[in-house]
């Protein structure tokens, strides 16, 4: 998700106020990385200038990002972004996901709505209902006809009141609720054998923002709890070949997933959530793992830094 921090009062309208994209603070820069299972990374492009966010990394080995509202595409070997042309698309945030078969990019955009466009470039079409929801896309079913999102409903002008998890229909026939909470959601991300919905939570803790890593199954029946930390868990990413899986922590007290944090990238091998084998840290935070990012194989990871000099 990309917008401000569980428990602030914003109305709709001061929300669209907001800066539809992220700048790069004097000194900073933005490095796309890739990490191995050990915590081995390498800086695959690095610039001044833009700042680029959540990497998905495509079957054909090619990374998608977000920057500038933009889509951009670039080699994971390394090269130059290049932009993806999207006819009728607003600006775009950092919640995009591909398709399985990587031809079609799904991402939510300063409308509050989630849209598909070929991956080639082209026009993008609406895909989330105009039900009056904030729609904040992370996940996509492994056949790639549906969509799992954070839906904010609001309650007065408080649009952070309600944020749970849905599941969106690729095809716009059916759009389903999975949790209902009144302690935020956020990250929902399908499982690589379609059985549940990963994703992060405040609805075992008591502390503002003290989010956990937590699985549901898809009819929201059985809910369970995975990480047990007195850190903030973020994004959970589980590698396609179902053996490990990648997420994010903040600082303990930390109040949503804000950008600009030291944070932790921890690598657990599946099911000892609890357990790291491996941890990267970062500057970063917002915009480094929002979304999957895993490379076909499961042996490797992108994400984002921003280092001050």
């Known amino acids: 998700m990309n917008a401000s921090g569980p428990g ?7 929300m669209a106020d907001t800066p539809s994209y992220r700048t790069l603070l004097p000194g900073q820069t933005c490095q796309i990385r890739i990490s191995d299972l050990e915590g081995n990374t390498r800086v695959v492009y690095e610039t001044g200038e833009t700042l680029f966010e959540a990497p998905n990394w495509g079957p054909d080995g090619a990374l998608v990002i977000n920057g500038e509202g933009l ?16 006819e009728h698309l607003p600006p775009v945030n950092n919640d995009h996901v591909l ?7 799904y991402a939510s955009a300063s409308d509050w709505h989630i ?3 070929p991956r080639a470039g082209g026009p993008a079409t609406r895909v989330s209902m105009d039900d009056g929801r904030m729609h904040f896309l992370h996940g996509i079913s492994p056949d790639g006809t549906a969509l799992a999102y954070v839906a904010l409903e609001p309650e007065g002008d408080n649009w952070w009141a309600h944020a749970n998890v849905r599941v969106l229909a690729t095809d716009t026939s059916w759009d389903i609720g999975v949790t209902d909470s009144s302690r935020p959601d956020d990250g929902p991300e399908f499982s690589p054998d379609n059985e549940w919905i990963y994703f992060n939570t405040e609805v075992f803790t008591t502390a503002p923002g003290h989010a956990q890593i937590a699985r549901v199954s898809l009819d929201g029946a059985d809910l369970q709890r995975l990480t047990h930390s007195e850190v903030v868990d973020w994004f959970p990413h589980l590698s396609p070949n179902r053996t490990h899986a990648v997420y994010l922590s903040f600082p303990a007290g930390t109040t949503g997933h804000p950008e600009n944090r030291p944070v932790q990238l921890k690598i657990v091998e599946l099911p000892a959530w609890d357990e790291p084998t491996a941890t990267v840290d970062v500057f970063g935070g917002q915009g480094t793992i929002n979304v999957g990012s895993w490379s076909p194989d499961g042996t490797e990871f992108a994400y984002v830094a921003y280092p001050m000099s």
Do not use: F
């Open 115 to 117: 849209h598909s466009l």
């Open 71 to 86: 889509l951009w595409e670039l080699p994971a070997t390394g090269g130059t972004p290049v932009r993806i042309e999207a």
């Open 99 to 105: 398709s399985p078969d990587g031809t079609t990019i």
């Open 8 to 14: 602030t009062a914003r109305t709709i309208a001061s």
